[in-house]
């Protein structure tokens, strides 16, 4: 399913304490046009290198208002990665994911094991991954479990 949303504003803070260390926050507020539900939503980021080994975690609020059914008032999430760089053409990456759709009842689920390859000097990057799904798929981004690749050109 995908949402339009209209009126929508907000803004995103950050800081970055070094050139690969970030942390921030963001809100937004907006009406989802399918629904006329108003929402507002927080986040916040962060991002920490420790050598070869880089973490990274995203969590996210929003409260829904308005006459429409849904399963719950708000929605959440929490997303958290670490990538480690065995070479720095190959990385191993560990992902989890956490998502409480206000249209469903039941969560969405899903790890992920992936790895990387940057030749040196080619933007390109090769992609291989498994991904686990658990729970109800979220409405707005209907993954599955299994052996997914994939192939991007930097331009």
Same mark, same amino acid.
């Given at each position: 399913?995908?949402?339009?949303?209209?009126?929508?504003?907000?803004?995103?803070?950050?800081?970055?304490?070094?050139?690969?260390?970030? &942390?921030?926050?963001? &809100?937004?507020? #907006?009406? %989802?046009?399918?629904? #006329?539900? %108003?929402?507002?939503?927080?986040?916040?980021?962060?991002?920490?290198?420790?050598?070869? %080994?880089?973490?990274?975690?995203?969590?996210?609020?929003?409260? &829904?208002? #308005?006459?429409?059914?849904?399963?719950?008032?708000?929605?959440?999430?929490? &997303?958290?990665?670490?990538?480690?760089?065995?070479?720095?053409?190959?990385?191993?990456?560990?992902?989890?994911?956490?998502?409480?759709?206000?249209?469903?009842?039941?969560?969405?689920?899903?790890?992920?094991?992936?790895?990387?390859?940057?030749?040196?000097?080619?933007p390109v990057v090769w992609k291989?991954?498994?991904?686990?799904?658990?729970?109800?798929?979220?409405?707005?981004?209907?993954?599955?479990?299994?052996?997914?690749?994939?192939?991007?050109?930097?331009?």
């Amino acid at each position: 399913t995908i949402r339009n949303f209209h009126n929508v504003i907000g803004g995103h803070i950050s800081r970055s304490p070094s050139m690969k260390d970030k &942390f921030g926050a963001s &809100f937004q507020h #907006g009406q %989802l046009i399918e629904t #006329g539900e %108003l929402f507002t939503l927080f986040g916040l980021d962060i991002s920490q290198s420790f050598g070869k %080994l880089t973490l990274q975690s995203e969590a996210i609020t929003a409260k &829904f208002s #308005g006459t429409a059914t849904r399963a719950h008032d708000a929605e959440s999430g929490l &997303f958290a990665l670490a990538d480690y760089a065995i070479t720095p053409q190959w990385h191993g990456i560990v992902e989890g994911e956490y998502y409480q759709d206000h249209t469903n009842t039941p969560s969405s689920r899903s790890t992920m094991l992936a790895v990387n390859y940057k030749p040196n000097g080619v933007p390109v990057v090769w992609k291989l991954e498994y991904i686990h799904q658990a729970g109800v798929p979220a409405s707005i981004a209907n993954i599955r479990t299994g052996l997914k690749g994939s192939l991007s050109f930097f331009f």
